[in-house]
């Protein structure tokens, strides 16, 4: 089934490839692969080992390059042409893919590549399983920042909860990643922690309640730091997915707790990563 992914990342290319001056977002894009925005970047990312906005960036100055070199249309029509606003800021993004300005690029006249800092390596496997996991209702805090800082919004949810004798309505710790860092921003990026919560908790602010749709569900499991986690998902978006039959769904991944950094060393904590499966696989890696 990896074929499937693959048209999508050819397809993918060469809308940039056609349309270097058009719309480029990664909503577009993923409008174009026809893929959930909350997973496209992440699956291809993993199987390309460049994000989308490299991508966009080394195609649109390629072409740039060919024009310089095999046509006499002016620099600045040619900025105009592969995006960018203005003639300068083409000279700069062509400086730092080439060294060397657009102007110098055509006097030399030689075709070559813009230098590339691509890496995609060979990541650790863990087991991979397809679930049916119930609606959720989560008591949650919104975190605004880089993933590494949620714990902050955990203990103001851990405090909140205590205050408010919610405990023993809890059923377990979990959060949501809406963005992908890769091609956010640390600053921008948008995750929840939350606690599970029965339907009989009241929750009023800071809480902000989120329900989490029912359904079939690829589950990872990964035990270890959370340090690891990235290249845990570099597995499941780049090597399972593709080769899984799986389509993923319109919601962002999910991290199940299993256990707490403060009673666990690093080395024993247990994860389940979530990704909600849009329809029945026709064959899957599942364990591999």
Same mark, same amino acid.
């Given at each position: ?9 050819? /397809? ?14 990664l909503d577009? $894009?993923?409008?174009?692969?026809a893929?959930?925005?909350?997973? +496209? ?10 994000t ?6 080394r195609?649109?100055? #390629? /072409?740039?390059?060919?024009? $310089?070199?095999?046509?006499?249309r002016?620099?600045?029509g ?15 993004a ?13 006097r030399?006249?030689?075709?070559c590549?813009? #230098?590339? #800092? ?7 496997m ?25 714990g902050?919004?955990?203990e ?7 205050g408010?004798?919610? +405990? ?8 949501v ?5 890769? *091609? ?6 948008? %995750?929840? *922690?939350g ?17 989490l ?19 845990a ?5 780049g090597? +399972?997915?593709?080769q899984?039959g799986?389509?993923?769904?319109d919601?962002?991944? $999910?991290?199940?707790?299993?256990? %707490? ?26 364990? /591999?």
């Amino acid at each position: 089934m990896t074929a499937r992914y693959e048209d999508r990342m050819l /397809r993918v290319l060469a809308h940039i490839y056609d349309n270097p001056e058009g719309d480029l977002s990664l909503d577009a $894009l993923s409008d174009v692969a026809a893929m959930s925005r909350f997973h +496209w970047h992440r699956v291809f990312h993993a199987m390309t080992g460049e994000t989308c906005a490299q991508a966009v960036r080394r195609m649109r100055l #390629h /072409r740039a390059a060919a024009w $310089l070199v095999q046509t006499d249309r002016p620099i600045a029509g040619i900025a105009n042409a592969i995006g960018y606003p203005s003639q300068q800021s083409f000279t700069r993004a062509f400086l730092a893919g080439y060294g060397i300005t657009p102007g110098a690029f055509r006097r030399k006249g030689e075709l070559c590549p813009p #230098h590339l #800092h691509v890496r995609k390596g060979d990541y650790p496997m863990h087991p991979i399983e397809i679930e049916t996991h119930p609606a959720r209702r989560l008591a949650a805090i919104l975190h605004q920042g880089p993933y590494v800082e949620v714990g902050k919004a955990f203990e103001s949810l851990g405090a909140v909860l205590t205050g408010r004798s919610l +405990w023993a309505y809890v059923r377990g710790m979990i959060g949501v990643y809406y963005d992908d860092p890769d *091609a956010v921003p640390a600053a921008e990026l948008r %995750s929840d *922690a939350g606690a599970i919560v029965t339907g009989d908790a009241v929750l009023a602010e800071p809480l902000e309640e989120r329900q989490l749709p029912p359904g079939r569900y690829v589950v990872m499991r990964y035990k270890g730091p959370y340090s690891g986690l990235a290249a845990a998902y570099r597995h499941l978006y780049g090597d +399972w997915v593709p080769q899984s039959g799986e389509e993923l769904g319109d919601h962002p991944p $999910l991290e199940i707790y299993l256990n %707490s950094p403060m009673d666990i060393a690093p080395e024993d904590l247990l994860t389940e990563c979530l990704c909600p499966a849009k329809v029945a696989a026709v064959t899957h890696g599942a364990g /591999r």
